[in-house]
């Protein structure tokens, strides 16, 4: 109630809120979402325990928190945008003092009742701060050299953060996230033509301060059989697991590299691997269809919505859950290098299904107050 | 009013950069797809190949030697019982320490473990290592005691080849042991059913026959995960057995010939003289082939080794004497068919002051006072040496040669069965031209008369050569594994048929001879021989006479053999040393060939024994017992193989 009388004058009744809910949109969310579940079900070989219950769990709380998050007005995460990239920044230096290290790499906070990774956080907060910041921006002034400075660095911290984690995948999502949100803002193409260029050259300046095990993984993504029991063992197997599986799939829990072990991280950033297995190229597409109308149903919310603080959200998000469904398939059938990326909803982990159901909220609180116009 | 357009402005252009952007996606998912396209449909069966591999592995499991009998099917190869402690290397946390282990309760030698070791070295994580082959019970059973102890080690009831007969039959049916590489390579069977710790015929029947004996392994499928841990079996394609033989040896005849061949160095032979089946084939000094099975300690090893009677010498087919007197009914016999001498050619034997002489080279004959005038069946009787030089020098080598070669000499009587049997030497003048490059004297033409000089042969020959005497002159197809090609009736009437045939000259020219065919000109001539060959052992003054059968049914023919080892110098016969008094390795060796019955020939037989001093004192006497023994087991052989042609 708060939150309306500061806000501007459009008022809505809760029949209204009900009847603006995109149905369709959730029901998409639930049907992936419990094919998740049977999916990390399937990687304990039919077994419900520990992956399986937590999974679920979340799943549910999340799902909750994303309904109830919808309901929040969109004013709100304009209001809250910076403080939303501060608190994200704080936490991930937090995690450089506080952090828990696991294979090498410091990521997480013990937040008791779960392991936070504020880099998963940091995901939706860039998208909302620089919603927000374009929001405010003229469309004459978006070239000008502050305009175009100010949003670099915003980008820079947390994937610089991010980068000395070490978690190159994550850094690398933020980054696409970010520049789908300029580019969308209007900056003119030729910068980006220029800072791809920028990129080619100091290529190999960027390789030479790659972590051994970053190199390896690149150097093997190019020739898998280079180390067939060392780097290149997950993309191998992944691609014997996938092929194996055919038009149709083992089926359900039958699926062999993933019983017996030979698939590496199934229940995290391979677990298309073995749904692919089993389900096979029809249930792949089916997948992947699912995914395409979550991303088709964003947009058309951002379509609708009457601000360009919601309109830019909506298309930024929608971009970024494609760039993470792509990296992370396009790495587990061997097109890109393994680069730690989960697949949205999908994989085991707390926190990717944190940012992911925050998201959506912050979506669907866009499709409900899309009526909003948000202030100057 | 300006905000508004900018604001239009900017919706605007946010509308055609995400036209971008979703196009850029659209394509991005269609070459997603397409790789899933790629993997799943157009390479599926490579992975589906590459997945199978990942997770089946096959197991093999060693095949049960065929077992070997005797003609009676008495069972001389075995697999036996034997427990064995195995190691499967994926369940063993710390090997050094499981081998500690295992050496306390189950009492390993250092160089067995050094042996583990090294085969630990080859193996891949997941094989299993035998460490021990042949436990006894009580180490058994001390291991299943303390197994709680010993991860990965696992108690194993197998099958192992057992020589019931150990001693008595080594040199016919072999020994096993493991496979080398080089008898994986030889042998294609070895290579297929090649299962670790297969064990593989060495020598012998077991080696001659291993095609058939191997059988085929068997092949478990497991499924495994990706750290090689068996999940559940698919499939398990049993093993097959080798295939059983039945061999022609008598158990018991065999027995009894190693019996009276004990202490000895020697080899006794006895055939079948119209089916070629070899009844006996006993070489002596004989080892224990059980003591090869496990593998054979240096130590049992080298006792074999430096015997000086030497006991892997298969004697009977690989060891080459000088056949002495033996050779004389063939000498006889080639002089009769070339019409050189007839049975009243006589020669007169004067003793050693008048020795035969010939281009001033002195031959004596080995009786100190002479024979007197001898004929061909007195000279056989009584072996006169004289008589056979003079009839050798008559004759000529060439064509002792040949006759010699066709009743079975200088040529390997069971061909290419046994790859250490020796072909011998019968010379001829081609054949020293072209092996010594030097031309024949005169003089090594008449010691080939008395079985003396270059002529080479093995016990199993002089065997054949009597049997294809005694059987009338025909060509036999010895064997060592029952045939049932081989039909005596058969046999017996293609030898009628050819009897009667007519011949032409040529028969005494050089060529080949098929199985049955009549070796001989004129029937006579051997009947000649042969009569003579029973006066030797049935008459007064014979050589064998003091080791005949009186009694009808047991009454043979034999020809006693002394073949000299050096040459017997004037000083040597002066001093006429009793057998005794001279070095052992410088004696005679003791011959002797035989067939029987005399009056219905059936088995013929060849004694040797190595430095055992006169034919007529060593070896003949053996040739008494064994010849009772042979016809007394003759009926139930019979009746063995009626049932065995009414199986067929």
Redesign the interface.
């Known amino acids: 109630m708060i939150l309306s009388t500061s806000l501007n004058s459009t008022s809505y009744s809760f029949i209204d809120k009900l009847k603006a809910v995109d149905y369709f949109l959730i029901i998409i969310v639930a049907i992936i979402g419990s094919m998740s579940v049977f999916s990390i079900y399937s990687t304990e070989s039919g077994n419900f325990s520990f992956y399986t219950k937590n999974h679920l769990t979340r799943f549910l709380i999340f799902f909750f928190m994303f309904l109830v998050l919808s309901f929040v007005r969109v004013s709100f995460w304009y209001r809250q945008a910076y403080i939303f990239y501060i608190l994200g920044i704080l936490l991930l230096l937090l995690v450089i003092f506080f952090g828990i290290s696991a294979s090498g790499s410091k990521r997480w906070i013990n937040f008791f009742v779960m392991n936070l990774q504020p880099s998963e956080l940091m995901k939706i907060a860039i998208i909302v701060c620089f919603a927000r910041y374009y929001h405010r921006i003229q469309s004459s002034d978006i070239q000008s050299y502050k305009y175009l400075l100010q949003p670099i660095i915003l980008l820079l911290i947390p994937c610089y953060l991010v980068i000395t984690q070490p978690d190159l995948g994550t850094a690398i999502l933020i980054a696409g996230s970010g520049l789908a949100i300029i580019w969308l803002a209007g900056l003119n193409l030729k910068y980006f033509i220029y800072s791809g260029l920028i990129l080619l050259v100091s290529l190999p300046f960027v390789i030479s301060i790659l972590k051994p095990y970053q190199k390896s993984r690149i150097l093997t993504f190019f020739n898998p059989d280079r180390d067939p029991l060392g780097a290149g063992y997950q993309i191998i197997q992944s691609k014997i697991a996938i092929g194996s599986g055919g038009l149709l799939g083992k089926g359900f829990l039958q699926g062999t590299q993933s019983y017996l072990e030979f698939l590496p991280e199934k229940h995290t950033d391979f677990i298309f691997t073995l749904f692919s297995e089993e389900f096979g190229f029809v249930g792949s597409m089916v997948l992947i269809l699912l995914y395409a109308l979550l991303i088709y149903r964003i947009i058309r919310i951002g379509f609708s919505s009457r601000s360009f603080f919601a309109k830019l959200y909506c298309f930024g998000f929608a971009s970024a859950l494609f760039l993470y469904i792509f990296v992370n398939i396009a790495m587990v059938v061997g097109l890109l290098p393994i680069v730690g990326a989960p697949l949205p909803i999908m994989s085991y982990g707390g926190s990717s299904m944190l940012s992911i159901m925050l998201g959506l909220g912050i979506v669907m609180s866009c499709k409900i107050y899309s009526r909003d116009s948000i202030g100057n | 009013m300006i ?1 508004k357009i ?2 239009l ?3 605007k ?3 055609r ?2 036209f971008v ?2 196009a850029a ?1 659209i394509g ?2 269609g ?3 397409s ?3 790629n ?3 157009s ?2 069966q ?3 190949v ?2 199978d591999k ?2 089946i592995r096959e197991w093999k499991t060693p095949p049960q030697r065929g077992i070997i009998t005797d003609y009676f099917n008495n069972v001389i190869a075995d697999n036996q019982r034997v427990y064995q402690v195995h190691l499967s290397l994926e369940e063993v946390s710390n090997f050094n320490n499981s081998i500690f282990k295992l050496k306390n309760i189950i009492s390993l030698k250092e160089d067995e473990i050094k042996k583990i070791y090294e085969k630990k070295e080859k193996s891949k994580p997941w094989d299993t290592l035998i460490i021990s082959e042949n436990l006894s019970w009580k180490e058994f059973s001390k291991l299943n005691l303390y197994l709680h102890e010993l991860d990965g080690a696992k108690p194993v009831l197998s099958t192992s080849r057992y020589y019931p007969y150990s001693n008595d039959l080594v040199h016919v049916v072999g020994y096993v042991g493991d496979a080398t590489t080089q008898d994986i390579q030889n042998k294609k069977k070895i290579e297929e059913n090649f299962v670790p710790g297969l064990k593989v015929g060495k020598i012998g029947i077991e080696n001659s026959k291993d095609t058939d004996l191997i059988g085929n392994h068997g092949i478990k499928r497991y ?5 090689g841990k068996k ?1 559940s079996e698919i499939s398990y394609n049993k093993e097959t057995q080798g295939e059983n033989l039945r061999t022609t040896i008598d158990l018991e005849v065999q027995q009894l010939a190693q019996e009276l061949l004990k202490n000895q160095a020697g080899s006794i032979c006895v055939m079948d003289i119209y089916t070629g089946e070899v009844i006996t084939m006993a070489s002596s000094p004989t080892y224990d082939p059980n003591k090869f099975t496990h593998g054979i300690s240096t130590k049992d090893w080298n006792e074999i080794k430096n015997n000086k009677l030497r006991p892997l010498l298969n004697k009977s087919l690989a060891g080459l004497y000088s056949p002495g007197s033996t050779i004389k009914p063939l000498v006889a016999l080639a002089a009769l068919e070339y019409g050189i001498i007839d049975k009243k050619f006589k020669v007169n034997c004067k003793g050693h002051d008048h020795p035969y002489e010939l281009y001033g080279e002195r031959y004596h004959c080995w009786k100190k006072n002479g024979h007197g005038l001898m004929s061909m069946r007195n000279a056989i009787k009584q072996s006169c040496d004289i008589y056979f030089y003079e009839v050798a020098r008559l004759l000529g080598v060439d064509k002792l040669s040949l006759i010699a070669k066709r009743y079975g000499l200088g040529s390997k009587v069971l061909e290419d069965f046994f790859s250490e049997e020796k072909k011998g030497i019968v010379p001829s003048t081609k054949w020293k031209k072209q092996v010594l490059e030097q031309s024949w004297y005169l003089g090594e033409t008449v010691i080939t008369g008395i079985g003396q000089g270059y002529i080479q042969t093995t016990p199993l020959q002089l065997c054949l050569m009597t049997a294809q005497l005694a059987n009338g002159g025909y060509k036999i197809k010895p064997n060592l594994i029952y045939d049932k090609e081989i039909d005596l009736d058969k046999i017996k009437s293609k030898i009628k048929s050819e009897k009667n045939k007519s011949v032409s000259q040529n028969i005494l020219k050089d060529h080949e001879f098929k199985h049955y065919e009549r070796l001989y000109r004129n029937p006579n001539n051997l009947k000649l021989v042969l009569d003579a060959m029973y006066g030797s052992t049935n008459e007064q003054f014979g050589t064998s006479f003091r080791s005949r059968h009186k009694e009808d049914k047991y009454k043979f023919a034999g020809k006693t053999g002394t073949s000299q080892v050096k040459r017997i110098t004037d000083q040597d016969r002066e001093l006429d040393l009793d057998l005794d008094e001279i070095e052992y390795k410088s004696r005679d060796h003791a011959l002797f060939i035989a067939f029987a019955p005399y009056d219905k020939p059936r088995y013929s037989l060849s004694v040797l024994i190595e430095h055992g001093g006169s034919g007529s004192k060593a070896a003949a006497p053996l040739a008494n017992k064994l010849i009772k023994k042979i016809l007394d087991r003759h009926e139930l052989r019979e009746k063995i193989r009626k049932d065995l042609k009414n199986i067929a």
């Open positions: 905000k900018g604001n402005n900017k919706n252009i946010i509308s950069r995400l952007l979703v996606k991005l998912l070459i997603v797809t790789r899933l396209y993997l799943q449909i390479q599926k490579k992975y589906e590459l997945s990942n997770r499924e495994v995960n990706a750290s999940i």
